[in-house]
């Protein structure tokens, strides 16, 4: 393909297509039908071109527009089974792959951030790319002291590329939010436009990626790649051989579901503990089961800073909530800023909206689904629901953007591993002041 597309007019209009497109293949749809096809295979047919314009269009311009799609991927639980289906296997590519850069501009990029005798860091480098990121993709090669490492280069322009998809895409969050019932697409951009912009600085992630491999070193549950080189817009790690999590979600056993799914909630809970850090970019790209049966993370770009562990505020806003102490309950949301001064909630129809969301810590096992996540998206999302117009009121505070980030995409991604497992125990070990 060709470099990254910077020019803000040429972005905007392949972003627009996206729903322009999918106009015209209902246009195209109906003239089929008139022809003599089934409604039917009409339908699947127009879902299926639907969904293969969305990886190639996000896909090609990766910055924002990816990564907006990578997170609809890690909310295609949510989806009604007869419109997700067609697109399954189209997100899954965004987690784990986009169209590559040309060799050359990623030798460019290493000269300017290695020096022009960059190839004297290395003993071999792999021009083709072992994975894609939004706004990066990742090669394999060896270190000058015969390590098996992965170089992840930024792509060049990804700063003015993210800032023009970001504003594009807001302007059509409708048409994507439509896709994922219950989700604000504009709250998801406004958290992804803050995120992203610190993500465009690899040293941070050096830093934060440096911060789990040394809380997580010869552990033997997880597998945490050892930095080798930061840069600003290079980054060098040890190599992590693995199976993708999306391959598990898709082939695995039940036995092996199940396991994983309890190793990722550990892994989310015990970071702000064990390291200080919340590891917040949850979807399964992230994700390898190594060949030892630990649960490798990788990319470390976005991540939650906190020093002080998980805030005890969470473990006592969940503890009131599954006791039933509806009032507490909402005093203590109105004092964390979930409710607005302003704002009149009644408690018992609050602790009614919440209660299913509260399943999973309170039995000793929980089995996350497909269904179930289906059934809370749109039980939320219906006006004819009771609950609809609580859930109009509540707010997310900006200093629980990335906590609600990785609790609604984890939430995403055990329902996409269809697992079961003791998750409340793993909130008890893990959140302070949670007692249930």
């Known amino acids: 393909m060709n470099d990254l597309p910077r020019n803000a007019v040429s972005r905007a209009a392949k972003i627009a ?17 008139i022809g003599g096809r089934s409604a039917e295979a009409v339908s699947a047919e127009a879902q299926r071109r639907t969904a293969e314009q969305v990886f190639k269009v996000l896909g090609e311009l990766k910055g924002g527009a ?13 989806m009604p089974e007869d419109f997700a289906g067609p697109y399954r296997e189209t997100l899954t590519k965004l987690q784990e792959s986009a169209p590559p850069m040309p060799a050359r501009t990623v030798h460019e990029v290493l000269k300017r951030d290695l020096g022009p005798d960059w190839r004297r860091s290395f003993v071999s480098f792999t021009d083709q790319p072992a994975a894609a990121a939004s706004i990066g993709q990742v090669h394999r090669a060896v270190w000058h002291d015969g390590r098996d490492v992965a170089v992840k280069v930024q792509y060049p322009g990804a700063d003015e590329a993210l800032r023009s998809d970001l504003n594009q895409v807001a302007r059509l969050g409708k048409t994507f939010g439509s896709l994922v019932p219950g989700v604000d697409a504009r709250a998801i951009l406004d958290e992804l436009h803050d995120r992203m912009m610190e993500e465009l600085d690899y040293r941070m992630e050096a830093d934060a990626q440096d911060g789990f491999a040394l809380a997580y070193e010869d552990d033997e549950e997880f597998a945490v790649p050892r930095l080798v080189h930061g840069a600003k817009h290079v980054l060098v790690s040890e190599w992590l051989d693995g199976t993708p999590l999306s391959a598990v979600i898709a082939e695995g056993s039940k036995e092996e579901r199940d396991r994983v799914g309890l190793l990722y909630v550990r892994f989310l809970f015990s970071g702000p503990h064990r390291a200080g850090l919340l590891h917040a970019d949850p979807h399964p790209g992230n994700y390898r089961v190594t060949p030892d049966g630990r649960l490798g993370v990788l990319d470390y770009g976005a991540v939650a800073r906190l020093p002080e562990g998980l805030p005890p505020s969470i473990g006592r806003l969940l503890t009131r909530a599954l006791k039933g102490d509806t009032e507490e309950m909402v005093n203590g949301l109105r ?92 909130l008890e070990r893990w959140i302070p002041e949670f007692t249930p």
């Not at 297509?17 to 039908?33: F, I, M, N, Q």
């Not at 990564?67 to 639980?77: D, M, P, Y």
């Open 66 to 78: 990816m990564k907006f799609g990578q997170t609809l991927s890690v909310l295609e639980a949510a």
């Open 17 to 33: 297509s996206l729903p322009l497109g999918v106009a015209g293949r209902a246009t195209l749809g109906l003239g089929k039908r």
């Open 335 to 426: 004092d964390e800023g979930f409710i607005l001064p302003h704002i009149t909630v009644d408690p018992e129809g609050l602790y009614h909206y919440l209660a299913p969301f509260l399943e999973p810590a309170a039995t000793e096992t929980f089995h996350f689904s497909r269904a179930w996540m289906r059934e809370q998206f749109n039980r939320i999302n219906d006006p004819r629901q009771p609950g609809y117009t609580i859930g109009l009121k509540l707010n997310v505070p900006p200093s629980y953007l990335l906590v609600h980030r990785v609790w609604i995409g984890g939430i995403g991604v055990l329902s996409q591993l269809d697992c079961e497992a003791p998750f409340r125990d793993e």
